[in-house]
Structures are given as C-alpha cells and as structure tokens.
C-alpha cells in the first residue's frame, strides 16, 4: 500500500543545535512505525531513468541489507499460542518487526514479520518460505546509495546531523541536475509493504492538480490524455470519492513539467483549454478545482469542528496584490509573526512601548520577523487590505493585552481592531498566543476569557523582563515558538531556555 502527501513544503530548517530537519506528515509516521526517539536510516539514492537527482530515503530497516529482508504474511487458525507456534524455526533470522490481529469474527489470525537474514550462509527466505507454506515479499535490492546517515526523529521532524545537510549532499552528488530541481519541495510517499518512506524531489514548476469529474468510464483517460498533452509528468496521483456527491469523483495529481524545456507550456490555462478542447470538460464536466504550489506538511492531526471556517485555498484577486506587496518586506526564510496590540501614546507610557520592542527583540532572536499593523498603515488609503495582507502572510500571532501605565486604569486595553485580527488568524488556524498583563486577569477574565482556549501567558512588568523567570516574555515567547515552530529555532537562540 502507498500513503501519498502530495508536494510538501521544503523549508531551510534547523534545530537549536544546528540539526537539519526534514518533515514527516503525521498519517506516514503511524504506518511506517515512527515514533518520536526513533533512530532511523536515511540515504540519497543514486539518479535513475534521466532523473536529475535521486529520491532521499527514510526507513527504520538497513537500507544497505534490504537484500537480506523480506516480509513474510502468515494466516492461523485462532487459537491460544497462534503467533509462537507459526515463529520461525530456523535462528538464521531476526524478527525485525510484527505485526498480528485476530480476524474474521475471531476465527483466524494474521500474522505479518519483517524478517532479517543474519547469515547469509543459511537458506534464504523463499526456502523457508517453501517448507513452511508462508506467504513472502522480498525487500531487495538493496538500494544504490550515493550517500547515507543515521538520523533521529523528534515531534514529527528527522532530526539529521548537524554537518550532515542534505542540500549540500544533492548538490554535491548531482552537481549537473540540482538546479533542475525545486530543492524546496517534495512529493512524499510511504511503501508500508517495504517500509520506506521517500521523497522526490519535482522539477522547477510543479503543481498540485486537482481535477473534479463524473464517475462515468473513460474519464481518468480523457483527463490523463490531457494531461499529456499539456506537458506535465504525473509524480502522484490519487483518484478519490471522498468528500464528493454522489456521481463525481477527483483526480488529485503532482504534475511537473515534462522536462526543463516545457515549463513554460505546463499551466493551468493551457490544461483547461485542452480539456475543453477534447470534449472531456463537456463529456465529463472536468472542472480545474486545485491548482497549487507546495503546501506546510501536517505534522500533526487538527480536528475540525463542523461548519467552521477554514483558509480559502487562494486568496480573491483583487487581493493578491496587497499579499505579494506585504510578502516583499520580509524574508521568506523566517517565520512572520504578527503582533496584535494597541497603540499608546509614546510620551505617556514608555514602559508598555519598552514591552513591545522586547517583545520583537525575542522574535528576531528566534530567527522570526515580527510583522506589525503600524499607525502609519492604518492612516493610509487601505486599511483594511493592507492590515489582512499582513495577517494572510503571518504563520502566527501574539496578541498583547496590557493598559496605559500612567492613568490607573485596570481595564484590558483590547480594540475592535485586535478582535477582528484574532479573529482573522484563528479562522485559518494559525497557532495565537495571548500575553496577559497581570494587572488586567480580572477584567480579562469576566469579557474576554474565550481567547484563553488559543494559549495565554500571564507576566507582570517587574518579571517580564526577568529572562530566568517563567513569566518573562523571552520565557514566555520562548516556550510558545518552541512548541509551534520547532524546526525554526534559531541555533545561537537562548530565548525560551534562560536559567
């Protein structure tokens, strides 16, 4: 069986020690056995069939003694002493791993083991096999590796050696082919029959294409036919029901350009006149209802709540502009912080505005760009779009809830404007973390506890700027980034480890 996570997002990540981090979605962990303090193998597979660079591998097994491994499928009679009774005989093999459940109402067990021959002098696997009546697959070959390592998981996250960079290592090994390639992204698969787990790295262009089409026969040809025909090369496909009405169905494909040369041919203009072209959008009612780069990979599940509101998969057009505007003033390779607050004056209450450029201190010293929606952007001929704009590009937010220092006022200082920048970035899911003055829990707690169900971190102005205090921002922040972010950490970064 083959899991697929389509064209996942490749970003520069690095923990606090400098270990490079590569992402596993959470649906290929759990089939593939990859639990966190998972030691695992990880090779860069030779270049094959005009590819520019090989596959990089992941597995728990050798990836060098694949040749040696098979998997054997055993089906009993349910009965106490079932699994011992159908082990191996022969010492010559190692269990590598098993798997075993009770099926058929309780009448039969099935039993799967990864077996590793250990000398290769013994017989081999369809010898024993032969006599004991098992159902085998074989593993092997063994893979041609131009280089490989041991690496550990963590949260999600294959935590490679620090001098170990994989970029460097294609480009190293394929000098002639890595710039063909998007070394940013990858489509990931898991062969949980071989339990490897692989990336492949797509030439420059690809795209997630999703095509919706009347379950009648002889539309995947129409469609795939088009698809040729456009200059695309199918890395993956899935061919769904799910999440369709009754009659319809959906052909989810990673499509690159058929070589460097036909980048410019491969778009979904040219795609959507071919369809119509063919007949099949008239035959079939195709419809182009996806069309996207790489996406964040999922590292872990989120449960939805019905008829909640979820991020658009594009922005409107009239919009975009004021995204690609806001995208140019930060670097791409930083997260984005947006930080909702309130704008006092600065004469009246220098230790609030203190607050907030230590705040944006510890952001940029976790290697992230505070974004802000200034005084000057609101005063300007668009507020709303160029507010939204920076809260579309934001992988986070920090609202600060605090009040004025100088007039007695004990009141949370939250705005309309706050509320609707809370709102926005809740809606499409992005992790919020809410600092709470101490001095304003009472008030807060009786009008606003509601966004205390996002995170929220209590100081006080004597220990928010205390680094070896739990209450501290740099703690605070710290704790906050670390969890939600953990393949961004910047490596000379103590914010969040003070003490």
Not at 222 to 239: D, R, V
Not at 416 to 434: I, T
Request: glycine share 8%; aromatic share 6%.
């Amino acid at each position: 069986m083959l899991i697929l996570s389509g064209l996942v997002e490749l970003k520069h990540r690095a923990d606090s020690r400098g270990q490079q981090l590569l992402p596993v979605p959470w649906y290929h962990r759990g089939a593939l056995g990859l639990m966190t303090g998972t030691d695992v193998r990880v090779g860069l597979e030779r270049a094959e069939n005009g590819r520019p660079v090989g596959d990089l591998v992941v597995s728990v097994l050798d990836l060098m003694k694949l040749d040696k491994i098979a998997t054997v499928k055993i089906s009993a009679a349910e009965s106490p002493g079932a699994i011992r009774d159908n082990l191996p005989k022969s010492h010559s093999y190692n269990i590598a791993l098993a798997e075993a459940a009770t099926v058929a109402s309780g009448a039969r067990h099935e039993l799967t083991m990864v077996l590793q021959l250990i000398n290769p002098a013994d017989p081999d696997v369809e010898t024993i096999s032969a006599a004991e009546g098992w159902e085998v697959m074989e593993h092997g070959p063994s893979l041609d590796l131009a280089w490989r390592t041991i690496a550990s998981l963590q949260d999600g996250w294959v935590q490679l050696p620090a001098d170990n960079d994989w970029r460097e290592q294609i480009r190293e090994h394929f000098p002639d082919g890595a710039d063909k390639v998007d070394l940013n992204a990858a489509v990931i698969c898991s062969d949980t029959e071989r339990r490897l787990l692989r990336l492949v790295f797509p030439l420059k262009g690809a795209r997630t294409v999703a095509i919706q089409h009347e379950d009648e026969p002889g539309a995947l040809d129409a469609i795939l036919g088009c698809l040729f025909e456009a200059k695309a090369n199918i890395l993956s496909a899935l061919l769904r029901r799910g999440g369709m009405r009754s009659g319809l169905a959906s052909l989810i494909a990673v499509c690159e350009p058929d070589g460097v040369e036909q980048a410019s041919e491969f778009t979904q203009a040219r795609l959507s006149a071919l369809l119509r072209e063919s007949g099949a959008a008239k035959q079939f009612a195709t419809n182009i209802v996806r069309w996207d780069g790489p996406t964040e990979p999922q590292l872990n599940p989120v449960a939805r709540k019905a008829n909640r509101w979820i991020k658009p998969v594009e922005a409107r057009k009239e919009f975009r502009g004021f995204i690609e505007s806001a995208e140019r003033k930060y670097s791409a390779k930083r997260r984005k912080i947006f930080l909702s607050r309130r704008f006092f004056d600065v004469d009246l209450c220098q230790q609030t505005n203190r607050l907030f450029e230590r705040i944006k201190k510890v952001l940029a010293d976790l290697g992230a760009d505070p974004v802000e929606a200034t005084v000057d952007i609101v005063q300007g001929r668009s507020p709303y779009n160029e507010v939204t704009s920076r809260l579309w590009i934001a992988d986070g937010g920090i609202m600060v809830v605090t009040r004025p220092r100088n007039n007695g006022d004990v009141h949370a200082s939250i705005t309309p404007s706050m509320g609707h920048e809370f709102g926005y970035l809740d809606g499409q899911e992005k992790p919020l973390l809410v600092l709470l003055d101490a001095e304003c829990v009472t008030d807060f707690n009786e009008n606003y506890a509601v966004l205390r169900a996002r995170g929220c971190g209590e100081f006080t102005h004597v220990t928010a700027f205390d680094a070896k205090s739990e209450k501290s921002i740099d703690r605070l922040i710290g704790h906050w980034f670390r969890e939600n972010f953990p393949g961004d950490m910047n490596s000379d970064s103590t914010a969040g480890f003070a003490g």
